[in-house]
């Protein structure tokens, strides 16, 4: 079956500082890899995403490179601010399923001053 | 253009009690899902409408679950009777129908509706 495995956080770094949010999957047959944000108190988001082997998906500053060799799909940021602090879900989804989306447990992020 | 609208936004029942939620979708989008997310796990799909014909709902716990889309447009989700693991954010999600072997398109999410079951 199709599952996707996620750091677990609390992730909290001061502001400006580097950030990664590791992000492994399996899947029967050949995903589309997602990152989708959740901030305080909305709905979720779109970040980024990556429909083949070696794209790079990148928003607001963030970067994912769809890496097969390795299933991984990890979430970089070069400088974070206290505004990204949120929730950040990897998900897959493989052509051909109707575009059901698996979802890992979610990362939460806080980012101080 | 709108987003995809929700309502309630939040609901306390008992067990046992039903409760039923609301979702309209974005126009034009002929896909519709919904997603129950526990707290401190990832949404995970209940059921999935293509206009009102039902797509996948092989993880909707068919006996006290049932949601339909009349008209292929707003969908109604609804339990009875509620259990105390029914308590989650359910959420409502649309897209546009996605082509044959082509990448999926993006899936836009609603607010969600905060169910507690008590």
């Known amino acids: 079956g199709n599952s996707v495995t996620q750091m677990e956080g609390p992730v909290t770094l001061s502001e400006e500082a580097f950030l990664t949010i590791n992000c492994t999957y399996t899947a029967t047959g050949y995903p589309s890899l997602f990152w989708y944000v959740q901030y305080p108190g909305e709905g979720l988001q779109l970040l980024l995403k990556a429909t083949k082997a070696d794209d790079k998906g990148s928003n607001k500053g963030f970067e994912a490179t769809y890496r097969k060799e390795t299933t991984s799909f990890h979430l970089e940021k070069g400088s974070v601010q206290v505004s990204d602090s949120a929730v950040y879900f990897c998900a897959l989804s493989v052509t051909g399923t109707a575009s059901k989306l698996t979802f890992g447990t979610g990362t939460r992020l806080q980012v101080t001053l | 253009e709108a987003g995809v609208a929700q309502s309630p936004r939040y609901k306390i029942i008992e067990k046992r009690q039903s409760v039923a939620f609301w979702c309209n979708p974005i126009?034009?989008?002929?896909?519709l899902y919904w997603y129950q997310q526990i707290l401190g796990q990832g949404p995970k799909l209940l059921i999935q409408?293509?206009?009102?014909?039902?797509?996948?709902d092989s993880q909707l716990p068919k006996d006290r679950f049932s949601a339909e889309r009349l008209k292929g447009v707003d969908s109604t989700l609804k339990i009875q009777p509620a259990k105390l693991e029914d308590s989650a954010v359910y959420l409502c999600?649309?897209?546009?129908?996605?082509?044959?072997?082509?990448?999926?398109?993006?899936?836009?999410f609603g607010p969600g509706t905060r169910l507690t079951v008590t």
């Open positions: 999600a649309s897209s546009l129908v996605d082509r044959p072997y082509s990448p999926p398109y993006e899936q836009y």
């Open positions: 126009s034009g989008h002929a896909t």
């Open positions: 409408f293509q206009n009102n014909g039902v797509v996948d």
